[in-house]
Every structure is written in structure tokens, then in C-alpha cells.
């Protein structure tokens, strides 16, 4: 069965570094998601990407944030300067269609900013 | 904007007992909603959706919730509680067709223990 993958599944890193989250959605998927979860908290939305740019995105998808898909396959989240607040389970997700479809979600990244 | 409530964060049910997960949605739209499940160290999962149409849905693994519009709710549930059914549940909104926006707004999430 097809599923979205993501690397690493924990990543540690220093207040103030770049961190380059990985995912790779299902193969024939168009819609590409980024969401977190701060622990003890709601999933939120980050950003949406489609036709290689960015269709929406929430408040706390600012300047700090970036997403691309470099070569087809892969669906990066680059935080350029990483926060304590960072730290949270990031999930991908990809969609086939818009409207009323299933989002396949990826099994998360946990960023631990220390 | 949509926005979702769901009451407990933690329900305990012994195994065979029914589970009733609550979700309480706010929606200027007729909305879309789902519930996903989170199995340890897992993605998340659809367990079922609700679009248009019939406003009892059936999903996966024996669960189904009913759309009630008049109390703005998608409460799941389940008749007999497994001990597989052990998870994090989540409940989202989306916009439907009328709205302006198709991304899914999620609940903080239920911790469903389940007692042999």
C-alpha cells in the first residue's frame, strides 16, 4: 500500500540552526501538506503546496519557514533559524484531489530544539 | 474559520465497552468532517469522512459517526471497545465546496485507553 514517508523520525538540534524536515509523498499525489503538533497540543496547520507553489498557509508559516520540492519525489519543510517553540511533531500529508479527499499522512518528525 | 472542540483528552473503556468519542465542529460553511486515528509511532489515519449525503457514516475497524448539524457535532463511536482500538483520535473540519478554503482543521485529540 501506497504511504507517505518522512526522515528523520526524531531530529535533535541546536537553538538557532537550519533543519531540513524530509518527505516523500504518494507517488501520484498533486497536494502536499506540512502540519505540527507542539506536544499536548492540536495538529495545526502549516502550509499547502500545489503545481510547485505555495497554496495557503497559516499564521505561523512566516519567514522563518520555507518549502520546496527539488526534484519531483521529495517535499521539504527548512526552518532557517530554529526556536525552542519549534520543537513539535511535523507531519507531511499528500492528497490526490482537493476537495473532500483523504489527506495521507506521513508517521511525523519530532524536532526537539534544545 | 472553522474550528473544532474535543471534549477529553483521555476516555478509558474497558475491552467490549461501547467508545464514544465527542466532537463538537464550528463552521461558517457546511463543512466536511473526519475523524483520523494515530497509532503509536504511526501516521495519521482516515478512519471515515463525511461529505454530502447519508449523515451516518461508517468507517474502518467498526467505528462510525453521525453528522448532526442542529448540535454541530461528529461524535464517534464504536458498539465493542478492542484492545487494538488503543490510540490518539483526532477530529477535523474542512470547508465544503462553498467554502473558500479545503484544508482540514484538526481538534487537539483524544487519548482513547482501552482496559482488559
Known amino acids: 500500500e501506497p504511504e507517505v514517508t518522512q526522515t528523520p523520525s526524531h531530529q535533535v538540534t541546536q537553538m538557532g540552526q537550519e533543519v531540513i524536515l524530509r518527505c516523500v509523498p504518494i507517488?501520484?499525489?498533486?497536494?502536499f501538506y506540512w502540519y505540527r503538533q507542539i506536544l499536548g497540543q492540536k495538529v495545526e496547520f502549516l502550509v499547502s503546496?500545489?503545481?510547485?507553489?505555495?497554496?495557503?498557509k497559516s499564521e505561523i508559516f512566516d519567514d522563518q519557514f520555507s518549502v520546496e520540492r527539488p526534484d519531483g519525489s521529495n517535499f521539504t519543510l527548512k526552518i532557517r533559524s530554529t526556536k525552542l517553540e519549534d520543537s513539535a511533531m511535523y507531519f507531511c500529508?499528500?492528497?490526490?484531489?482537493?476537495?473532500?479527499?483523504?489527506?495521507?499522512f506521513g508517521q511525523g518528525t519530532r524536532l526537539t530544539v534544545v | 474559520a472553522q474550528s473544532v472542540t474535543q471534549l477529553g483528552s483521555h476516555v478509558s473503556v474497558s475491552e467490549g465497552a461501547l467508545v464514544l468519542l465527542r466532537c463538537n465542529y464550528s463552521?461558517?460553511?457546511?463543512?466536511?468532517l473526519f475523524w483520523y486515528v494515530q497509532y503509536p509511532n504511526q501516521g495519521l489515519q482516515l478512519l471515515l469522512k463525511?461529505?454530502?449525503?447519508?449523515?451516518l457514516v461508517k468507517g474502518i475497524n467498526g467505528f462510525e459517526a453521525e453528522f448532526k448539524k442542529s448540535e454541530t457535532s461528529f461524535h464517534l463511536t464504536k458498539p465493542s471497545a478492542h484492545m487494538s482500538d488503543a490510540a490518539e483520535y483526532f477530529c477535523?473540519?474542512?470547508?465544503?465546496?462553498?467554502?473558500?478554503?479545503?484544508?482540514?482543521?484538526f481538534g487537539r485529540g483524544t487519548s482513547l485507553i482501552v482496559h482488559p
Open positions: 500529508a499528500s492528497s490526490a484531489e482537493r476537495m473532500g479527499t483523504e489527506a495521507f
Open positions: 507517488s501520484n499525489h498533486l497536494y
Open positions: 503546496f500545489y503545481n510547485n507553489e505555495i497554496s495557503e
Open positions: 463552521s461558517s460553511v457546511p463543512p466536511y
Open positions: 463525511y461529505t454530502t449525503g447519508a449523515t
Open positions: 477535523a473540519v474542512s470547508d465544503g465546496p462553498s467554502g473558500g478554503s479545503y484544508i482540514p482543521t
